[in-house]
Nanobody, 124 residues
Framework: QLVESGGGLVQAGGSLRLSCAAS????????????MGWFRRAPGKEREFVAA????????RYADSVKGRFTVSRDNTKNVMFLQMNSLNAEDTAVYYC???????????????WGQGTQVTVSG
């Protein structure tokens, strides 16, 4: 099970930190074998890639639209992934999803497990 948290309403230029907690038989003891990704779906748009981090954190990739503003990280001792989002703007308004997969990729099809999403709304 993947559960996102940390979403909310923030003013343009502000910051938010999202968390994704993994639990259950699939992840307990195996979390560090999964690539973890963040995706988002903005109103009226298709879901898109945001960031990915490999199992042990050695590989990281960002969408061009968030490079330099967002930072993905993970704590394998706690089965948690984070997304630090700075300098937020209205275009970042979306439902943010975390996902887990066996291959390091920015393609949604490579991810087998998905959370329910958390809403991020940037005003102003």
């Amino acid at each position: 099970q993947l559960v996102e948290s940390g979403g909310g309403l923030v003013q343009a230029g502000g910051s938010l930190r999202l968390s994704c907690a993994a639990s259950g038989r699939t992840f307990n003891g195996y979390f560090n074998t999964y690539t973890m990704g963040w995706f988002r779906r903005a109103p009226g748009k298709e879901r898109e890639f945001v960031a990915a981090i490999s199992g042990r954190g050695g590989n990281i990739r960002y969408a061009d639209s968030v490079k330099g503003r967002f930072t993905v990280s993970r704590d394998n001792t706690k089965n948690v992934m984070f997304l630090q989002m700075n300098s937020l703007n209205a275009e970042d308004t979306a439902v943010y999803y975390c996902a887990a997969g066996g291959r390091f990729s920015d393609r949604q099809i490579e991810y087998d497990y998905w959370g329910q999403g958390t809403q991020v709304t940037v005003s102003g």
